[in-house]
C-alpha cells in the first residue's frame, strides 16, 4: 500500500513537471516564431537599407510593424528589444530599424535615419579648406 502510494506521488510529480516543460517548449516556440516573423517583416519594410545604406532607411514606427504582422504594438517592443540582425551591413539592433519620419518638400516622408546619413555624407565631403576660409571669417 505505501508502495502504490509512492508510486502515485511519483507520477503525479512527473505528469506535472512533464507538463510544464511542454508548456516551456510551446512557449519558446511560439516566442521563436514571432520573432523571426518581426524580423522577416522588419527586412522587407528596410529591404532599399540593406541594399543601398542608411540613406535609404524608410521611416518606420513599431505600429507599421504590429499591423503587418497582426499582433500588438507592445509585443512589437518586446519581441525587438536587446535582439539583434547580422547583416552584411553588420550588426543592428532590431530597435535600430524603427525611426520617426520627417515630411519632405515634395510630400514624402524621410526617415531621421537617412537624413542623419545625408548630413554626415555632406560633411564628409566638404573642402577641408573652405572650411577652414569660411570659419576664419
Request: hydrophobic share 35%.
Amino acid at each position: 500500500m505505501c508502495n502504490s502510494a509512492r508510486n502515485d506521488a511519483d507520477s503525479q510529480f512527473i505528469r506535472s513537471n512533464l507538463q510544464d516543460a511542454k508548456w516551456l517548449i510551446k512557449s519558446l516556440e511560439s516566442r521563436n516564431d514571432t520573432l523571426l516573423r518581426v524580423s522577416r517583416c522588419i527586412v522587407e519594410q528596410q529591404q532599399a537599407f540593406f541594399e543601398q545604406g542608411e540613406e535609404y532607411m524608410k521611416p518606420m514606427v513599431l505600429a507599421d510593424i504590429a499591423q503587418a504582422v497582426e499582433m500588438h504594438e507592445s509585443t512589437i517592443s518586446r519581441v525587438t528589444t536587446q535582439k539583434y540582425l547580422h547583416s552584411p551591413r553588420g550588426i543592428f539592433e532590431l530597435k535600430y530599424f524603427f525611426s520617426s519620419h520627417v515630411n519632405t518638400e515634395g510630400g514624402g516622408e524621410a526617415s531621421s535615419t537617412a537624413i542623419r546619413a545625408l548630413v554626415k555624407k555632406l560633411i564628409a565631403a566638404e573642402n577641408p579648406a573652405k572650411t577652414a576660409e569660411r570659419q576664419a571669417s
